[in-house]
């Protein structure tokens, strides 16, 4: 590999993870905004409102997570198959 291939592969693994976590973030914000909206002021309402948006942070936060996994396991592989550019190759997160 040379030296532009490994670079152009970490540019290509931070922007997945970028990407993931700019879409995990924007589902959130969708799910949680259809929370608030969708439902009403009585205490169930709001119950079901407060559990509609904890199950949104989860399902972010699972794909933040899965999201950091790729990217990590990426950077590793970058990084056997580097050769002498291995040092290019960040740290992973």
């Not at 152009?8 to 799910?31: I, M, P």
């Not at 948006?53 to 990590?72: F, P």
Request: with cysteine; glycine share 2%.
């Amino acid at each position: 590999m040379s030296d532009a291939e490994v670079l152009d592969l970490v540019a290509k693994a931070r922007r997945a993870y970028k990407s993931a976590f700019t879409r995990a973030n924007k589902r959130y914000n969708v799910a949680a905004n259809e929370a608030v909206v969708s439902f009403g002021s009585t205490d169930v309402e709001q119950a079901a409102r407060s559990c509609a948006i904890r199950r949104a942070d989860r399902a972010r936060w699972d794909a933040i997570t899965a999201a950091e996994t790729k990217y990590r396991t990426a950077l590793v592989e970058i990084k056997m198959r580097a050769g002498m550019w291995a040092d290019l190759v960040p740290e992973a997160i």
